[in-house]
């Protein structure tokens, strides 16, 4: 599609969310955090430029709108995701076992679920590395403990059934102690490395973990819940996708990534030993 008619329906559609809603374009501008001189900017047909995303992900939350028909892609304006504050997801006030990701991982009980980590695989992290990695962002390292203890006692349950896919310089990167990880000390990352190395021969092959070339393939941090729903994880917020097509897409993305790994599941356990950590 052409950058002008992109341009023009994404205009068209504002319109016709402005006109729907009722509210004056001072109240619309506030409510998808932007300010009223901006949206007549948008709204005058004068430039093809389109907001920043995060303002197409608010207007697309606020009037419960899928992106694909904000931008003209789609003539289907149902949503098909939504928005979650990461802390909803990961912390509860009733504590961890009353958290959405413990829902949606007993709703997948029986299926398979598939997850590509930010970092590493959580249930194979050591407190250690834990306490250090929340440190950076301010967080309570005891909610993550929690965490990575509910996904290791899931992983253990009779039935489960969990891939993971992440790029093999990471494992690298960890122990060389670079990037993120420079100022963990050695023997804190070597810990980790045989914490790991365990856990993934103790759990295979109701977990297992696929390593591939970081150089050839990219992809961000998601997990898909079974048939059910996929979260991308984006910072401090999830997108939440509940259309089957939606998690259709994100699981052949996910076969893409098992197709072309280096270092197949049954061999990582054995691979992570011969990292050479400084």
Not at 75 to 80: A, F, L, P, R, V
Not at 91 to 109: I, M, S
Not at 115 to 143: C, G, W
Not at 151 to 174: I, K
């Amino acid at each position: 599609m052409d950058k002008r008619d992109l341009s023009r329906l994404f205009q068209e559609r504002v319109k016709s969310l402005l006109l729907r809603s009722g509210d004056n374009q001072s109240s619309f501008a506030a409510s998808v955090g932007i300010d009223r001189s901006a949206l007549s900017q948008l709204l005058s047909g004068q430039s093809t430029r389109l907001p920043r995303v995060e303002t197409l992900l608010n207007i697309a939350e606020r009037y419960g709108v899928s992106l694909d028909w904000l931008l003209g892609l789609s003539q289907d304006e149902g949503i098909i995701g939504e928005l979650r504050p990461s802390l909803e997801i990961e912390e509860g006030v009733d504590g961890f076992e009353q958290t959405l990701l413990v829902r949606w991982h007993a709703e997948a009980t029986g299926s398979k679920i598939r997850y590509v980590p930010a970092r590493f695989p959580d249930l194979l992290r050591t407190r250690a590395v834990i306490a250090y990695e929340t440190s950076m962002v301010h967080r309570d390292p005891a909610t993550q403990i929690s965490e990575t203890a509910f996904r290791l006692d899931y992983n253990r349950q009779p039935g489960t059934d969990m891939e993971v896919c992440m790029p093999f310089q990471r494992l690298q990167d960890f122990a060389a102690g670079c990037g993120i990880w420079s100022d963990l000390p050695r023997s804190v990352r070597l810990q980790q490395l045989e914490h790991m190395a365990v856990l993934l021969d103790e759990l295979y092959p109701s977990f297992r973990l696929y390593l591939f070339d970081g150089r050839e393939r990219y992809s961000v941090p998601y997990t898909v819940f079974g048939p059910y729903r996929a979260a991308i994880f984006v910072g401090e917020m999830y997108l939440v996708l509940n259309t089957t097509e939606a998690v259709l897409t994100l699981q052949r993305h996910f076969d893409g990534l098992i197709r072309v790994a280096k270092i197949n599941a049954h061999e990582v356990a054995a691979y992570i030993p011969s990292l050479k950590v400084v």
